[in-house]
């Protein structure tokens, strides 16, 4: 509380932090849920001049992160956030709803070309049960322009063929999603941009750079690129030596709360023990004097299987999930 009331002196606004853990094997994402917990928050702030997001992420739902831009929209004239370390895919369309982004050196944004889960997705099966694959909409579009341009296939038959055996793949119904999600994310991003930009022609540069020209949903955009090259208005945090060193102060303690550096395994908690019980705590949305926690619960065990034709037990862990939720704990 200390250093966000330091960050709110120094940035003469009150800030929100929200962070959704990317702690390995308990990955957390923005989701509509968190929505009436952030109404809570704005609430208690009332309407300001400024309001800063202090933002961790791997990214969410987009549709989640385009309402939250509009939610704390409404309790503020000037809309900014301030990204410590990692705010991808949905974090990073949060971001675009941003007067200012405050970036440290090491802070990162990525492209939001979404990945769409629909139930009649391809499914896989790793030995757990089949599961959907979703299906990353850039992806799709690049199966096709790889038939064009690579293969060099030109000709209506041919492209028909190639369309056939990725319908084959993936279900049709499932293509139209990817083709609507397309056009969705680029709507969206197009939106929030324009609640602080008035060229259309930078606008529409940043769109189709973050939707279509980085190849990979894992690329990782820098603050230098996200400057130069995007053109959206970030700020150098070093530009204050104060702001910057709290800012790295004040992720550090998440990152210790939410031991985001240490991959979750069983082991970790079972010690001596074949069974416990286990708390995690997974994501933050805090503010001044009040603090919203994602808690999971879950009972671990250890057990012996026998997996043939070796004869040798091999260990292995069940888990069991008992509950998990936002939940108020102002005593962390």
């Given amino acids: 509380m200390r250093l966000i009331r330091k960050i709110e002196t120094i940035r003469d606004s009150r800030v929100i932090v929200y962070y959704t853990g990317d702690r390995r094997h308990q990955e957390t994402r923005i989701a509509s849920e968190i929505h009436p917990f952030f109404f809570e928050h ?5 309407e300001v001049a400024e309001i800063d997001l202090f933002l961790y992420s791997p990214g969410g739902i987009t549709m989640a992160g385009f309402g939250l831009v509009n939610l704390i929209r409404a309790f503020c004239k000037e809309f900014n956030v301030i990204i410590p370390f990692r705010a991808l895919s949905c974090a990073t369309l949060i971001s675009l709803g941003a007067n200012q982004v405050v970036m440290t050196k090491n802070a990162m944004l990525s492209p939001i070309d979404p990945s769409v889960q629909h139930p009649l997705a391809p499914t896989v099966d790793l030995g757990q049960g089949p599961k959907l694959v979703p299906v990353n909409v850039e992806d799709a579009v690049s199966f096709i322009n790889l038939a064009k341009e690579e293969a060099g296939l030109k000709d209506d038959a041919s492209l028909s063929k190639v369309f056939e055996r990725l319908s084959t793949e993936v279900h049709p119904l499932t293509l139209g999603a990817v083709a609507r999600s397309r056009e ?3 709507f969206l991003a197009q939106s929030l941009l324009e609640y602080h930009m008035d060229n ?5 540069k940043i769109v189709k ?3 279509r020209e980085r190849f990979s949903h894992d690329y990782l955009i820098s603050r230098r690129e996200a400057k130069e ?5 970030i700020v150098d945090a070093e530009q204050n030596e104060e702001l910057n060193k709290t800012i790295l102060a004040l992720h550090n303690q998440y990152d210790d709360l939410l031991n985001l550096r240490i991959p ?3 082991e970790l908690y079972l010690g001596q023990n074949n069974q416990a019980m286990v708390q995690l705590d997974r994501g933050i949305l805090e ?5 919203h926690v994602y808690r999971s619960r879950f009972q671990v065990q250890r057990i012996h299987v026998t997996i043939p034709p070796s004869p040798v037990p091999t260990t292995a862990h069940q888990t069991n999930l008992l509950g998990e939720s936002w939940v108020l704990d102002n005593s962390i």
Avoid: A, E, M
């Fill in 42 to 46: 704005l609430q208690r702030i009332k």
């Fill in 184 to 186: 969705q994310i680029g």
């Fill in 200 to 204: 259309k022609d930078r606008i529409q």
């Fill in 209 to 211: 750079t973050l939707t």
């Fill in 229 to 233: 090259t995007l053109d959206l208005n």
């Fill in 264 to 266: 979750y395994h069983p």
């Fill in 287 to 291: 503010s001044r004097n009040l603090t």
